[in-house]
């Protein structure tokens, strides 16, 4: 799922509160007197917020390594 299919809404939380949200959806499932249209809405609202997490742990990631390779890629200066 790419970035622009998910809502705004997700695009605005931090990791941590979409983690939350999902937690939340989960119990929600968990309830038998929810119905299914509600479920499937529900189901497909943490798929999104999923991959919203999975794209911002991508971003961190890429962060870490650029730097860590940038210096390990540099030849070491020698003082003259």
Do not use: C, V, W
Not at 25 to 36: A, G, K
Not at 54 to 62: A, H
């Amino acid at each position: 799922m790419k970035s622009k299919n998910i809502p705004d809404d997700i695009k605005s939380k931090s990791i941590k509160e979409a983690q939350n949200e999902i937690k939340d959806i989960i119990s929600n499932l968990e309830n038998t007197e929810t119905d299914l249209k509600q479920s499937i809405d529900q189901y497909n609202r943490m798929i999104q917020l999923n991959h919203y997490i999975q794209e911002k742990f991508k971003e961190k990631l890429g962060k870490i390594r650029s730097p860590k390779l940038d210096t390990i890629n540099k030849p070491l200066k020698k003082n003259n």
